[in-house]
């Protein structure tokens, strides 16, 4: 994919897993926690006794917010998980049966992304010789990356968005993911109530590679990092009255504080056409991570990628005509999207 082509670090065929990976249940978020949670200090053989307690503890946490975690109808698995939950099933048992039905399917598609699996994989399955996987050179390098702090929160936020999918039925009632800027959420509406769902800078950032949009400075998701990521409208909100929509997650990206608000900053100033360009590919992004990013994009932008591209180029010159300044940034990094 062109996701991690253009820029093919380990982490960002990381994120390739988890922003585009085939989403049938939830399994590969609770593997990816767990493989950030485990014990990597001693040998790089995790048994699936290790690797069933935190894979386990996330599901059951998820499951008593968000009871659909598969999209097919039932699963003995979940069922134990629920079990667990309502204090039927102890932790021992919870952890055999994780042991016996929860990776069965997981392990082997974790590292396909399109139908076909990534250059780097991130651990070797050896449940036929150890009982276990092993941890590849890649996993240990991935760790050391400086985006690796970010990951675990990109996680959460794809897989939040994921359940309120599912939640809704996308195929009955497609979801309109909308921003709340007092709280910096997103949400959607259900039958005319509202349900919020995750950050909107932890769903963001992984489409952006852990960068500032404008001038490719890394940023950050962790509270009280100095590099903590802004939500900046695109098209600014001071042209909000000749813009449709311009709450909507096509228009809305993460900056760094210094592009957002410094000195030679943003501000309520039009970014350049270029930059037009580069949101419309990030938009594209959306549509290849599927649900429910893809349905809110498609409503919000148009069906088919030119009635996207000419939804875009008009609000921005609706925006011109008000705005009227161009602001261009100041590079900081490599492009990478």
Sequence with gaps: MEFYQADPTLENYWRGVILFGRNVASYKFALAHALYEVDKTGSDLITLEELAVPFSRHLCEHLKHAPKQITSSKSQYLDTCAGFNQGEVSQSQLIDSTVRRGFGVVLDAFHNVNAAEIDKRFFIDERKTHKGIRLTDNFYLLGERQQY????????????????????????????????????????????????????????????????????????????????????????????????????????????????????????????????????????????????????????????????????????????VMLFHIWEPNAEGEATF
């Design 149 to 320: 702090q970010n990951l675990a929160f990109e996680t959460t936020a794809r897989w939040n968005l994921v359940e309120q999918a599912w939640a809704m039925g996308v195929s009955r009632n497609l979801v309109g993911v909308e921003f709340d800027e007092s709280n910096q959420m997103l949400f959607a509406k259900v039958n005319a109530r509202r349900v919020d769902i995750t950050s909107c800078c932890d769903s963001l950032n992984g489409y952006q590679k852990g960068r500032c949009f404008y001038c490719y400075r890394p940023i950050s998701l962790i509270p009280g990092d100095a590099e903590l990521a802004d939500v900046d409208h695109f098209i600014p909100w001071a042209a909000r009255e000749g813009v449709a929509n311009i709450n909507g997650v096509w228009n809305l990206v993460l900056a760094c504080k210094c592009c957002n608000r410094g000195a030679a900053g943003k501000f309520a100033h039009l970014p350049g056409i270029k930059l037009l360009e580069r949101l419309n590919r990030r938009n594209e992004y959306f549509i290849q991570s599927k649900l429910p990013l893809h349905e809110t994009i498609v409503q919000q932008t148009g069906r088919h990628p030119a009635v996207r591209k000419d939804f875009l180029e008009k609000n921005w010159n609706a925006a011109k």
